[in-house]
């Protein structure tokens, strides 16, 4: 009776309305996907705003089964999202406000994946920063708001990029990339390019622009499910995907996507915050999708994208759940032995957790195992084997050392009945749960054998057992060290390396380095508002170059202006100098 009620109660809630549309929108997105991709089609609509002395603005719409399939994985994990926020958060006074705004963020992330133009790219490109501020200071804090401000300030350069990159691509006759890339070479597009990666790096948070992702977990965890998982994060991606042919393959990008990959992954074994740590294997995710991105497997790079969508968003849904019913404490040195209490919530997180290292027959085991190979297929570098193998292992590490804190060690928070309250909205949140776990256990094989064409891998014995042996013994001796004691602050090993763990676990300073530039420049920001606005400039530009003008003018309206003595006076002049002349 308790759950029927509150299920008509939801009925009538503005999140079941939204959610039920986009859930519906995805579907006929889903569908639209899968018969362009059997028929190989690609649809162009254009629509020209204005044509004023021979340039033409024209908003272009690209519709084929990449975009419509990614928009239909962004609106079927909103609609997830938005059921379960009515339960994460009820009672809240901003509700409607929550709702709206990642409404808003799925437009613009529409607005983005849809166009092949950078003009009406720049549209969702800044709506995607502008909105995912208002959610990472939704709960208007200094926290929220510090966080929000490297957030914004990071972002803001990447944007900047877009704009140049615009400006400069009115040279060669249109600002639509889709074609540009196909009829000038890379020589001719090389700013645009440099550009271009520059925007992706800022927005899929690759070094030296990571810290803003973990500052980032600040905002409610629904916002980190859908936007710090599966839509913003993967923008810049997605960028680089549309960029496939100019791009290549890049050394610089696999350089930074391999640093990113060991810094996070590194990093994520040295953090206590349950969000954190999940926003630093996001971020390691995504330097696995831009490492295979720089050797030109861009579909593999799409592939991982939604596979990884689908399992960090129940990720983060389980995390919050965890979080919500634990008085929102985050540590997991105080989540010990909670499969006791929910153990439905445990099995998904597990299981997306097993998706996340690459399981056997999960999702991710698909899209990594794609990725590793055809690493390993083409010509290697044997220092990015390497760093790529410990990049992989790394996800393994953090993650048996999440489960060794969550299950294995013991509960030292005070007991309390703080999940009572919960229980009674809890179906809210099970059923999104519930549904993405079905999701991202079939998509990964769903997707492997419906679009990656059948193929035979031929590598040899010692690199193609290497992944799956170094996984084995990794698990083996962290089980056999409890957990890795080697990132126990208690352990004689940590305190031996304190100085490099330190180092490693803020996440190579860049915490510290990343506000440094924004700050400087709006240090010069304000030294020229001193100096130039409110100067010099100030006396002799604006309002001081019309006061010296009004005085001016003045002087010469004196002269135009004659009374009767002025103009007796002028007469003697006259006069005088006559009589001097003669």
Not at 153 to 174: H, P, T
Not at 184 to 195: A, D, G, N, R, T
Request: charged share 10%.
């Amino acid at each position: 009776m308790i759950i029927l009620f509150s299920l008509l109660k939801f009925f009538k809630s503005k999140s079941f309305m939204f959610s039920f549309m986009l859930a519906g929108l995805s579907m006929f997105s889903f569908f639209a996907s899968l018969k362009l991709y059997m028929c190989d089609l690609v649809i162009f609509i254009e629509w020209e705003l204005f044509y004023v002395s021979s340039v033409c603005l024209v908003y272009t719409i690209l519709l084929d089964w990449m975009s419509l399939s990614f928009i239909s994985v962004v609106m079927f994990i909103s609609s997830m999202v938005l059921i379960y926020s009515y339960s994460y958060l009820h009672g809240d006074i901003y509700f409607n406000r929550f709702i709206i705004l990642v409404y808003l963020f799925v437009v613009s992330m529409v607005f983005m994946v849809m166009s092949p133009n950078m003009i009406s790219i720049l549209l969702g490109w800044d709506g995607l920063g502008l909105v995912s501020y208002a959610l990472v200071i939704y709960y208007q804090n200094s926290k929220s708001s510090n966080a929000g401000m490297i957030t914004v300030l990071s972002n803001r350069i990447g944007d900047v990029a877009i704009l140049v990159s615009i400006s400069w691509m009115f040279n060669f006759g249109s600002w639509d990339f889709f074609y540009v890339q196909q009829v000038y070479s890379v020589l001719e597009l090389k700013l645009v390019l440099i550009l271009v990666i520059l925007a992706a790096m800022t927005k899929s948070a690759q070094i030296p622009f990571s810290a803003w992702l973990p500052a980032a977990m600040a905002a409610p965890t629904p916002v980190s499910s859908l936007v710090h998982s599966s839509t913003l994060v993967t923008a810049g991606v997605y960028l680089l995907i549309r960029f496939n042919e100019l791009l290549g393959v890049n050394f610089f990008l696999l350089l930074v996507a391999t640093l990113t990959l060991i810094m996070s992954g590194w990093g994520a074994n040295f953090e206590f915050d349950l969000k954190k740590i999940i926003a630093l294997s996001t971020l390691s995710q995504l330097g696995m999708m831009m490492l295979v991105l720089s050797i030109g497997l861009y579909e593999l790079a799409y592939f991982h994208l939604i596979s990884h969508a689908l399992f960090k968003s129940l990720l983060f849904l389980c995390a919050g759940f965890f979080i919500h019913s634990n008085l929102n404490c985050q540590d997991i040195r105080l989540m010990g032995k909670i499969y006791f209490s929910f153990p439905l919530t445990n099995l998904y997180f597990v299981g997306s957790s097993l998706s996340l290292c690459g399981f056997p027959f999960l999702s991710g085991f698909y899209s990594k195992d794609l990725i590793l190979e055809g690493y390993f297929f083409n010509t290697m570098n044997f220092f990015v084997y390497v760093l790529l193998f410990v990049g992989s292992m790394m996800t393994i590490m953090y993650s048996i050392r999440l489960f060794y804190y969550m299950y294995l060690k013991s509960f030292k928070a005070v007991k309390t009945n703080s999940c009572e309250d919960l229980s009674e909205l809890s179906i809210y949140m099970l059923i999104p749960m519930s549904v993405l776990f079905l999701f991202s256990l079939v998509v990964g094989a769903w997707f492997s054998w419906n679009f990656i064409p059948p193929m035979l891998v031929y590598l040899p014995s010692l690199v193609k057992f290497s992944v799956f042996s170094g996984m084995l013994f990794l698990t083996l001796i962290l089980f056999k060290l409890k957990g890795g004691l080697l990132f126990n602050p208690n352990s004689i090993a940590f305190k031996l390396s304190e100085g490099m763990n330190w180092f490693i676990g803020q996440m190579w300073f860049l915490p510290f380095f990343t506000p440094l530039l924004p700050m400087k420049t709006l240090g010069m920001g304000e030294s020229s508002h001193k100096y130039m606005d409110g100067g010099w400039l100030e006396f002799m530009g604006g309002q001081g170059g019309v006061s010296h003008l009004m005085a001016t003018a003045g002087m010469v309206d004196k002269w135009s202006f004659l009374s009767f003595k002025s103009f007796l006076f002028i007469m003697f002049l006259m006069m005088v100098s006559i009589g001097v002349m003669l």
